[in-house]
């Protein structure tokens, strides 16, 4: 059982405030991914977890036991750093077990366990090498295998896959999951990358300026985002915003078309996803702007009633600068922002 | 044990080691450079710099730093940049050039002297050649320009390597895409030279001329080995106000016009060279 | 546009200029190197070859300058003396400079600006010259004329340099593998001792042997702080006046032969020294 809770976390270095009265519960065995743009606070947030980093106020608790007194060796954790931090001067092997020999465990024990997950991803043949001889990949499953043969109750992982090109963070992605659902380990995983974040992810906490904004599955968060920011962010491209004017009764004016909405008090923003339209008879008529073909569809950037709207449409239309469509918004898919709090309003 | 306190516990022997080496025996010289018949006075510094041998050995100290430090710095940046674009035998070019950075001024004294000295080097080939027909003595008081110049090249041969190994450096950080770009908007090699290298290696620049320029100031044994009492120097008036005369108070003021003049000198040579905030690498 | 056609007049214009370069190259060696040769040859003759005019430019491959030099009296203590100020200004360094240069490179902390301004004031300054104090002191507090109070000296003038190298070398070994390690299981020092301190020991040594090559080859407060224990290069200054040549150059020979030996030991680590010590 770890359980992972952090209390009302803090951080400032100096006058600049990193982190706000964060409060955040990590269930056991859950894949947790804080998501954010760099700057946002996730980073923090995961080195105060592994005590890398000690927080202004507030408490970290893992397993039931309050770790955020206790020096990163005694907290239960494993870490994958971004740039693996594989050790120099020490062989594939001495780096795999270098946490087991600390724990003095009995070389035989050192042996499998370094063997076991060495064959788990799939390294076994250079446990001879120094990490020099490596390549970027290589280097990162020696830094995921390390983390791994300590059997730890929680795994952090500080943008592991950040510096491999695309073809292998594709690949190692897919591998990851699979390894870590087998572990049975708690894990909070640090990404700036929204489409990993989506694809390990059991919940995505997104942040923003040093806050949590929204913490949920990530189908949830795609579909149901609880604030401006976390639709603006998630998804691409991103979600279109349109003022709306209020006409009463729950209707509202949206580019010169009367569309049902909430009842609420004050102007809201009307916002749908680009491939949640679709062309119609009736909608929001819009001049096509900008035409990027992106092979499965057409993605489309027209002006609605003086704001930019993208659209995703089917990739057998022909379409010209300056032809004139009605985009019609599909009913479920629509989301209503107060602007003056920036949230959701149901 | 506390994070905080850390760096504090880490730095506090260097720090007790200078306060107890370095700034208590500051203030001692400079106690001791006011202190004469049992008051505080300037009549240490009166007396040393009364002294005719003062003002000629001052003179010879600043004439000396004139002339080697101009060289150096400019046979250094040759030197530097040579290397920077060697290929071939860079390693073993460089471990020869920087040779003279481990001999101390009094080794490089002693070999000089031997190039110098009335039954030396310079006087078999000279008399070889046939210029002369029995050695001359170069190295006496009919040629003080000769005994000058003798220093000076002992000076410059030895002291050159710390400033190549600082500007070797400095080059070194550099990134070459600068070069690169320069090349492409059509700077000649001259013109890389004199826009691209010197601006940005101004840091180093300054680090090596402050550290020439206080050495230069300190320049002792070599003149013992080559010039013995024909040459006066300022650390030499120092050296004999100690042992010669037994004047501790005089030392010390002497002393003090040395640091006086190597920090005006590192000041000066601070502000000429300084780097506008945020224009660095 | 082919690179063939418009590389040849290339290599031809540039095949002189080239020359003139490689020239260089070899005229600034044989200026480094020509002395010290001369220096070997006066030491490898006999004293009478020393003394004699005109100089031969070969060497004889005699020792008996070198002879007379280990006979003379009080230099071979000299020698001994100066390997035991260095040994000791080696290891003083290091001990007392390395954890400030760890300091520097790991920590940001209050007062960390004063504390560079500190060691970069002392490099900036005349040290030798706080030998004529000490002299005074030692000899109240029973440390004149003694090797270690010398080394005492020494180290002062060694440690800026030993804590901005090792800042420098310590600042090349990314945080990360220490954090990697501690939270693998280490403390703060077994992860020193167990990650950095192995990644970091050829430059250290490399320093170490900076350290002694500065007390090696120091005349001034060599000169000022010991009498009867002198050594090698206080000693020599001393004899300067009044010794016959071929100790003389026997001597430099004898300070010049390690120099070499020991540049030529760090002289990778030379440049990376002064790379992040220069900001």
């Known amino acids: 059982m770890a359980e992972i809770q952090i209390k009302n976390v803090a951080k400032a270095f100096g006058s600049y405030t990193a982190l706000h009265d964060i409060n955040l519960t990590i269930a056991d065995q859950e894949f947790m991914v804080l998501l954010g743009a760099s700057g946002c606070g996730k980073t923090t947030l995961l080195r105060i977890v592994a005590g890398l980093e000690t927080a202004t106020t507030g408490e970290v608790w893992i397993g039931g036991r309050r770790v955020d ?278 | 044990m506390s994070p905080r306190y850390l760096p504090y516990i880490l730095i506090l022997p260097v720090t007790l080691f200078l306060c107890a080496f370095f700034l208590y025996p500051f203030l001692l010289v400079a106690r001791q450079a006011f202190l004469s018949d049992g008051g505080y006075s300037l009549q240490n510094f009166r007396e040393t710099m009364g002294y005719w041998k003062f003002s000629i050995s001052l003179q010879n100290t600043m004439l000396l730093a004139l002339a080697v430090v101009p060289v150096q710095v400019s046979l250094a940046l040759l030197m530097a940049t040579m290397v920077s674009r060697m290929k071939k035998g860079r390693d073993l070019v460089l471990y020869i050039w920087t040779i003279p950075l481990g001999i101390s001024d009094l080794a490089a004294g002693i070999i000089w002297f031997a190039i110098f000295e009335q039954s030396g080097f310079l006087n078999s080939m000279l008399t070889g050649l046939g210029v002369i027909d029995k050695p001359a003595v170069l190295l006496g008081y009919q040629n003080p320009l000769l005994v000058f110049i003798a220093i000076a090249l002992a000076e410059i041969w030895r002291a050159t390597a710390i400033m190549l190994v600082i500007l070797v450096a400095g080059i070194g950080l550099i990134p070459k895409e600068y070069y690169e770009a320069a090349e492409v908007f059509g700077a000649s090699p001259w013109q890389r030279f004199l826009r691209i290298t010197l601006p940005l290696l101004r840091p180093s620049l300054q680090t090596a001329l402050i550290l020439r320029v206080v050495l230069a100031f300190e320049v002792f044994a070599v003149v013992v080995a080559l010039g013995g009492t024909l040459f006066p120097v300022m650390m030499g008036q120092i050296y004999s106000y100690q042992f010669d005369l037994q004047n501790a108070g005089g030392a010390a003021a002497l002393a003090l016009v040395v640091l006086a003049i190597s920090i005006a000198f590192t000041l000066v040579i601070l502000r000429a060279l300084r780097v506008p905030k945020g224009a660095t690498i | 546009m082919t690179p063939v056609t418009t590389a040849a007049p290339r290599a031809a214009t540039k095949a002189p200029a080239r020359r003139v370069y490689a020239a260089s190259v070899l005229l600034l060696s044989v200026w480094v190197l020509g002395p010290i040769y001369l220096l070997f040859v006066n030491t490898l003759s006999s004293p009478e070859a020393v003394n004699s005019f005109p100089k031969s430019f070969i060497p004889q491959f005699d020792l008996g300058s070198l002879a007379f030099f280990a006979k003379f009296d009080g230099m071979l203590a000299a020698l001994g003396n100066s390997v035991i100020v260095a040994a000791m200004t080696m290891v003083m360094s290091i001990a007392i400079g390395a954890p400030a240069g760890y300091a520097l490179s790991r920590f940001e902390f209050r007062g960390k600006e004063l504390f560079r301004l500190l060691i970069l004031l002392t490099r900036a300054f005349p040290l030798p010259l706080l030998a004529l104090p000490l002299a005074v002191l030692f000899i109240r507090t029973g440390l004149d004329d003694t090797t270690f109070g010398l080394a005492l000296v020494h180290t002062t003038l060694a440690i800026p340099f030993a804590v901005l190298i090792t800042f420098s070398l310590f600042s090349g070994i990314p945080i990360e593998l220490e954090e990697a390690a501690w939270t693998l299981g280490c403390t703060r020092l077994t992860a020193f001792t167990k990650v950095v301190l192995p990644l970091i020991l050829p430059g250290i040594t490399a320093s170490a042997i900076f350290a002694f090559v500065i007390s090696w080859n120091e005349v001034f407060a060599a000169a000022v702080l010991t009498i009867e224990n002198r050594t090698l290069t206080a000693f020599l200054l001393q004899k300067l006046g009044d010794a016959p040549i071929h100790l003389k150059f026997a001597g430099g020979f004898i300070l010049v032969t390690p120099a070499l030996i020991f540049i030529f030991a760090v002289r990778k680590y030379l440049f990376a020294m002064w790379g992040i010590a220069n900001r």
């Open chain 1, 69 to 346: 007194h206790l020096p990163p060796k005694d907290r239960g954790i494993a870490m994958v750093f971004q740039n693996y931090a594989v050790f120099p001067h020490l062989t594939v092997f001495e780096n795999i077990g270098f946490g087991l020999r600390m724990k003095k465990l009995p070389e035989a024990e050192v042996k499998r366990r370094v063997e076991r997950t060495a064959t788990l991803m799939h390294i076994e043949q250079l446990l001879g090498r120094y990490s020099g001889e490596l390549s970027g990949g290589q280097r990162q499953r020696v830094a995921v295998a390390r983390a791994l043969a300590m059997e730890p109750d929680v795994i952090l992982m500080d943008e592991p896959l950040s510096n491999l090109d695309a073809l292998l963070r594709l690949e190692m992605r897919a591998e990851l999951k699979g390894v870590l659902a087998e572990s049975k380990t708690t894990a909070i995983y640090v990404t700036h990358d929204q489409v990993e974040a989506m694809s390990l992810a059991d919940r995505i906490s997104v942040m923003h300026q040093g806050r949590i904004v929204q913490a949920d599955k990530p189908v949830a968060i795609y579909r149901n985002p609880a604030a401006e920011f976390v639709a603006g962010f998630i998804g691409n491209p991103p979600m279109n915003f349109l003022p709306a004017d209020p006409r009463g009764d729950g209707k509202w004016m949206v580019a010169g078309q009367v569309i049902d909405g909430p009842t609420h008090s004050g102007a809201l923003k009307f916002a749908i996803r680009p491939e949640d339209v679709k062309l119609g008879d009736h909608g929001l008529p819009a001049t096509v702007r900008l035409v990027e073909p992106l092979g499965a569809h057409l993605l489309v950037t027209c002006d609605v009633g003086g704001t930019l709207f993208r659209a995703v449409l089917d990739s057998d239309l022909s379409l010209k600068l300056g032809d004139t469509l009605t985009l019609t918004p599909q009913g479920d898919r629509q989301r209503w922002f107060d602007p003056a709090t920036t949230l959701a309003v149901a």
